[in-house]
């Protein structure tokens, strides 16, 4: 095998080598185009090559890329501060950057903990989570991600956070449906609670809508007031792991806004850089500073590049770009667009088995028997076989599940740029039509 750069997902497959990018596609050396119904990962959340964000990025360059974040402030990380206190709802006001969503969401958890103990309370240091999530590949931020696949190699060095079941109403594990469940699934951390003992816990994290792990799980109205409830009840601080559902994704800034939900800790990434610069944020509330305000006066983190220049002034041309287009505006009328026409899929291909999502995360989960809701087998990896097909056919999906039989079954994530039009929509479904076809 011939030397290559450590980062692709398999070592041993050949990847198209990208040339550009325009919209909402993609060009590979070979001059094949790729509509990007994946956004990448989720990210690239105004397409590629928008020329405001290259341009703003260009300004900061010939100006200064990077200084140390303990010697210099700048104009663009004290504006990027300032525009998303100003985006995002209630008192959530203080931002503090890093470079991915890992490291936003173990910057969470480090803070819910200072939270505690600069109150005086020293005990309070578990963080409790879902089954079926993902919240980060470095250890802190794994051991709260409940995807068994990602923990299997590290887990003596994982703390055991996950504890309850998601609002996964397609594979109820109650069997039941919402409202009239009660939200038992919801009721499950209230017990979690009791069982530890809420002198031991800092705080619970949640996905608002479970991305990488599950393909789009969207909880039913109600679930959230009664996590928030379980929360608020017992001094246990809300984090919302908004790393792929914040900036818009599902419509308005924060998804946790769907259901009138303030977290009291948010982590932030992908469509904050939307691709252009690695840039993430942990933003807190006024609330959860004020005992650090009054104590410390540090946040104990931080990473060489956090809140360098060059990578704030890309996520702040994002932002002035979302708002001087009204991009936000126009998420959910496409979401209806796309949802409508994926339940069409749905009828005409036997295997999608549910078709889910907020704004512009949806995502489609496979099913062997669709009435009996039986999943592939794992050794078939269909998920794998879809996403390849789509590659072919010339669309980029996003492969999605956590690898529980039984649980989570092969899904991917339909997620494009939120600046596509409607009519490369019809082009999407076209493409997916094409490699369902494929694929069945
Ligand atoms: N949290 C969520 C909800 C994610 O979807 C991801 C990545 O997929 C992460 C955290 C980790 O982000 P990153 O890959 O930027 O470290």
């Known amino acids: ?52 964000i290259i341009l703003a990025m260009h300004e900061q360059s010939k100006r200064v890329s990077f200084v140390y974040r303990s010697q210099f402030t700048s104009e663009a990380a004290e504006k990027l501060a300032e525009k998303l206190a100003d985006a995002l709802p209630g008192d959530l006001n ?19 903990i200072q939270y505690w103990q600069e109150k005086g309370i020293k005990s309070k240091t578990k963080i409790l989570s879902r089954w079926i999530s993902y919240h980060g590949i470095t250890l802190g931020a794994l051991s709260m991600s409940g995807h068994p696949g990602r923990r299997a190699r590290f887990v003596p060095l994982l703390e055991e956070f996950p504890s309850i079941s998601p609002p996964y109403c ?5 069997q039941s449906t919402a409202p009239e469940c009660g939200f038992l699934c919801a009721m499950e951390l209230d017990g979690a609670i009791k069982r530890i003992g809420s002198d031991h816990i800092a705080g619970f994290i949640a996905e608002p809508v479970i991305g990488a792990a599950g393909g789009a799980i969207t909880p039913p109205e ?10 608020d009840e017992n001094n246990i601080l809300f984090i919302a792991d908004e790393v792929m559902t914040g900036f818009g994704r599902t419509g308005p800034m924060l998804a946790s806004e769907n259901w009138n939900i303030i977290p009291d800790i948010v982590a ?6 939307a691709g252009y610069a690695p840039i993430a944020a942990t933003v807190v509330s006024d609330h959860v ?14 990473h060489t590049l956090s809140a360098n220049p060059q990578s704030c002034a890309a996520a702040l041309a994002v932002l002035e770009y979302l708002e001087n287009n009204d991009i936000l505006s126009d998420v959910e009328s496409k979401s209806v667009y796309l949802k409508n026409k994926l339940d ?33 087998e794992r050794s078939m990896k269909l998920t794998e076989l879809v996403v390849k097909a789509g590659r072919d056919q010339g669309i980029l999906l996003y492969p999605a599940g956590a690898g529980l039989d039984g649980m989570s079954g092969d899904a991917v994530i339909i ?25 069945y």
Request: with cysteine.
């Open 344 to 376: 069409q899929l749905k009828k005409q291909f036997e295997f999608i088995g549910d078709v889910r999502g907020k704004g512009l995360l949806l995502g489609l989960e496979f099913v062997r028997m669709p009435g009996a809701k039986i999943p592939f």
């Open 170 to 174: 397609y594979r109820c594990p109650y």
């Open 289 to 302: 500073m004020e005992p650090i305000l009054h104590g410390s006066k540090s946040i104990m983190s931080g």
């Open 268 to 273: 932030l990434g992908k469509g904050m850089g």
């Open 94 to 112: 203080w931002s503090f950057f890093v470079n991915s969503g890992s490291e936003a969401t173990e910057t969470a958890l480090k803070i819910a």
């Open 415 to 439: 997620s494009p740029p939120l600046t596509i039009t409607k009519r490369e929509i019809d082009e999407l479904i076209n493409l997916l039509k094409a490699t369902f076809i494929e694929v």
């Open 222 to 231: 109600g679930y959230y007031e009664t996590i928030k409830k379980i929360c």
């Open 1 to 52: 095998m011939k030397p290559s750069y450590l980062i692709k997902p398999a070592l041993d497959e050949r990847y198209p080598e990208i040339d550009y990018g325009k919209g909402v596609f993609l060009f590979d050396k070979e001059g094949k185009k790729y509509l990007d119904a994946a956004s990448g990962a989720v990210t690239a959340n105004i397409g590629h090559g928008v020329p405001e």
